[in-house]
């Protein structure tokens, strides 16, 4: 996270806040964490009311053809994995948003991951939420360090128990990526880092497919033919706060690697399994998801999702 959006200097340490349908008292520290260290509530429920019954419709669909294919062959615990479905968020500060996931949706592996300093603040809200048996039937929480980098991103065991990445077969690691708020760099100062390339970076490397499967790596998997790997689905919701900073990154280098659609809740489009290819509708989303971008304004909130481009 950049240090550019900085958070009001407060007295309080708890927050409270209902996302979801489920109320959560979650640990705030905006004094020592700034912008990381509060919960930014309109984009918060924004998001998670856009991805909510993506991952909840995804799932049924999972189930579905998990049942169809298990109804003459024993069931194993690899067929319980492949029933979960796992969320990575980056930047995600006081955990709000994955908690929130993780409370109103069964059977999601959330990891939160922020820089070290922030580790702490969402390793309380995590385990008082564990603690307090709030996370829904078969959904985890785990948090984990993470400065934007592809091999940072490769490099996390989304296993709760270890033993190398949880990947399904001809699939990539993450279901979903989520970015809440996070596409701050003020531009100002010259000793401040410009984080849009690393997170631009860590988001193509959370939707690669597993080594040897259909196709391979940045940006999407190569067709060779044969079903496509499921796909992952980047959420990101942001508050326009300078235009050419956060609109233009996300119309121009985001979008150069990204197909883009509004999640305004109307339909699904594409979810994290969809085999996604340039049909029309796929580009008259990604034009209208652009000409949202481009009608924005400063102070609108917009809520977007993306999946990688395939490499032709």
């Keep these: 996270r950049a240090s550019a959006l900085v958070a009001p200097m407060s007295d309080k340490t708890r927050e ?152 399904r077969d001809g699939g990539a690691r993450w279901d979903v990526v989520l970015g809440c708020e996070i596409l701050y760099w003020g531009g100002w100062d010259v000793f401040a880092d410009d984080t849009r390339g690393p997170l631009l970076e860590a988001c193509v490397a959370a939707c690669e497919a597993v080594e040897g499967a259909e196709g391979d790596a940045e940006g999407g998997a190569e067709r060779v033919g044969g079903p496509s790997p499921p796909q992952t689905l980047v959420a990101l919701a942001f508050t326009v706060r300078d235009k050419a900073r956060e609109s233009g990154y996300v119309a121009g280098d985001f979008g150069e690697k990204f197909w883009l659609r509004v999640l305004d809740g109307r339909d699904f489009g594409f979810g994290f399994g969809a085999d996604v290819d340039e049909t029309d509708e796929l580009r008259r989303m990604n034009a209208d998801a652009r000409a949202r971008i481009e009608a924005a304004e400063e102070g609108d909130l917009l809520v977007l999702g993306a999946v990688a481009k395939r490499r032709k």
């Design 16 to 167: 409270d806040v209902e996302i979801l349908g489920v109320n959560h008292t979650l640990a705030i520290d905006p004094d020592s964490l700034n912008e990381a260290g509060v919960v930014w509530t309109p984009a918060v429920r924004a998001l998670a009311s856009a991805v909510a019954p993506i991952v909840v419709a995804e799932a049924e669909a999972r189930r579905s053809s998990s049942a169809f294919a298990s109804a003459s062959s024993a069931v194993d615990s690899s067929t319980d994995r492949a029933l979960t479905t796992r969320i990575l968020e980056l930047g995600a500060g006081t955990g709000a948003l994955g908690i929130a996931l993780a409370c109103a949706v069964p059977d999601v592996r959330v990891t939160l991951t922020d820089l070290d300093r922030v580790v702490p603040l969402m390793r309380t809200n995590a385990d008082a939420t564990r603690d307090a048996g709030k996370l829904a039937r078969g959904s985890e929480l785990r948090v984990a360090e993470l400065a934007w980098s592809r091999d940072a991103v490769l490099g996390l065991d989304d296993a709760p128990g270890g033993g190398g990445g949880d990947r």
